[in-house]
């Protein structure tokens, strides 16, 4: 199966700061990733899918680049709501595959 | 607007099953699948498998062959799975999603249902 490992485990930023999340593939996935957020006692949400492309209602701020087996989640300007878990997910191959997760925390 | 609610937290016993279900709103529930995620506490996001609620038949994670079940009631709008010989390894949450796609990915997502396996 496809293995996903994302970096850092955890990103110290301030309300403002910009967020560079990453996500590797061990093989290639093609655009076939997707990325979510989850908030403690939550259900993860989507936010990102085919690499780029925001989910309904997503902001603008949330922007996701990439491409086989390198991707990025990048949040601008972080809002107080977007301190939580982050986690990529494949669907090139199955079984569907997730990352450890990156945790955003306030600094 | 679309809506996975699922059933409530669970404490079995080691060895025992337990079913969860999930019942679907405001979208045609034959139209796409319905997948089965878990979180153990303080870990990631685990798929477990899923059925297509239009053909009915399920596939799952190599892991959970023979000890998982995955079915649909259509006339209800719910989903159901059953996870048989619990061990306190399976002391999870368990969420149920909607998927798009295949293999998918996971668009709109049950609340979660706390499984706690103990003696």
């Known amino acids: 199966e496809i293995v996903l490992t994302q970096s850092p485990a955890t990103l110290s930023l301030s309300p403002g700061e910009r967020a560079t999340l990453s996500c590797r593939a061990s093989q290639s996935v093609s655009s076939y990733l997707a990325w979510y957020q989850q908030k403690p006692g939550q259900a993860p949400r989507l936010l990102i899918y085919?690499?780029?492309n925001r989910a309904t209602g997503i902001p603008a701020r949330f922007s996701g680049s990439g491409s086989g087996t390198d991707f990025t989640l990048t949040i601008s300007n972080l809002e107080p709501e977007d301190f939580a878990l982050y986690y990529c997910?494949?669907?090139?191959?199955?079984?569907?595959?997730f990352g450890g997760g990156t945790k955003v925390e306030i600094k | 607007q679309v809506q996975l609610v699922q059933s409530g937290a669970e404490v079995k016993k080691p060895g025992a099953s337990v079913k969860v279900s999930c019942k679907a709103s405001g979208y045609t529930f034959t139209s796409y699948g319905i997948n089965w995620v878990r979180q153990a506490p303080g870990q990631g996001l685990e798929w477990m498998g899923w059925i297509s609620v239009y053909i009915g038949n399920a596939n799952y994670a190599q892991k959970y062959q023979g000890r998982v079940t995955m079915t649909t009631d259509t006339s209800t709008s719910t989903a159901y799975m059953e996870l048989r010989s619990l061990t306190s390894d399976d002391t999870a949450v368990y969420y149920c999603?909607?998927?798009?796609?295949?293999?998918?990915?996971?668009?709109?997502w049950g609340q979660g249902t706390l499984v706690t396996v103990s003696s």
């Open positions: 997910q494949q669907r090139s191959n199955w079984p569907p595959t």
């Open positions: 999603a909607r998927g798009v796609g295949s293999p998918p990915r996971f668009d709109y």
């Open positions: 085919d690499a780029s």
